[in-house]
């Protein structure tokens, strides 16, 4: 995809990636709309950059996606990006107590948030140039860490989506790019308790942010259509062939 000249949306885009993304893009002289559920984090960086939008919107909720979106083409008829970025992953131990609310949380936001979102703006996208659909997965995708079973398996399914959608609009003008991050410091993993978030073994902790955006935003201008980023890019290609095991193994042993 092009780095410049777009008008973009970004989902979960007042903090973590997002925000690091909104802000990158932003830099490049790109018009960005953050979009998320916390009005005063998607204002505070809006204030913080100036010349970004925002507008609330609840992946969750398939009303307020469809409010918003259509609030979002109607001040920024030009818009041609949408990166689907938003999500929460959540600890879920099913030999414990199992946990409907957790799961539903994560279907809803990463699975029918991110398909909704698309949908709702695909109409938008193919009536203008340099069009393109960003979904953010996950090295998780294809190399799942157990004790986020459910995240994992959300992420499994953007991978596969986006495959899908890509072959469906492949006359239309619209690209459909993956983007599939390591572990970054970005404040996901925050909220697990103890026994969902043990310490790093040393030297396997996340990737700092700053240089997990610098490697993402070469590999969006690469031109290519699914790109695993740094440590990601062991996990995409060991999810084929003999490798798989082995790196489950060294994922959860």
Known sequence: MKLTGNVILITGGGSGLGRGFAEAF???????????????????????????DWVRMDVADAASIAEATAEVVRRHGGLNVVMNNAGVQRYIDFTKVYDDAKALEEINTNILGLMRVTAALLPQLRGVPDAVVVNVSSGLAFVPLARYPVY?????????????LRHQLKETGVRVVELAPPWVESGLHDAHPPEGNPEPAPGRGPMPLEAFLAAAMEELGSGKDELAVAGAKFMYGAAVGEGAGKAFGGMNG
């Open 152 to 164: 994992c398996a959300s992420k499994a399914f953007v991978h596969s989506f986006s495959i899908s």
């Open 26 to 52: 932003h830099k490049l002289g790109n018009q960005v709309v953050i979009a998320g559920r916390r009005e005063d984090v998607l204002r505070e960086t809006a204030e913080a950059n100036a010349g970004m």
